[in-house]
């Protein structure tokens, strides 16, 4: 190694942090009042039970399937994760 050249410092490995469950696209009218991510189901549903995506403002996603909070998980291809800027 020539002087004054530095070796490149090794990558440290990071692991995303799960911050919720949920997509961070799925909406309802509960959503909009929460103060963190939503951690369950109750902290989505409101007695109608009306969920959609803020991706398509519809009940189903970018891949045309129901927008629920127990399909609105990172299965899903469409999936967003709360950090992402995707």
């Not at 990071?14 to 997509?23: G, L, V």
């Not at 696209?25 to 969920?51: R, V, Y």
Request: aromatic letters at 6%; hydrophobic letters at 25%.
């Amino acid at each position: 190694d020539p002087i004054g050249e530095l070796a490149p410092l090794p990558m440290k490995e990071t692991r995303a942090i799960e911050i919720s469950p949920y997509c961070r696209h799925l909406k309802s009218k509960k959503t909009a009042f929460l103060q963190s991510p939503p951690q369950s189901d109750e902290d989505i549903l409101d007695g109608s039970n009306h969920c959609w995506c803020g991706k398509t403002q519809m009940s189903v996603g970018p891949d045309l399937d129901l927008v629920l909070p127990e399909d609105c998980r990172k299965s899903r291809d469409c999936f967003a994760r709360y950090g992402d800027n995707s």
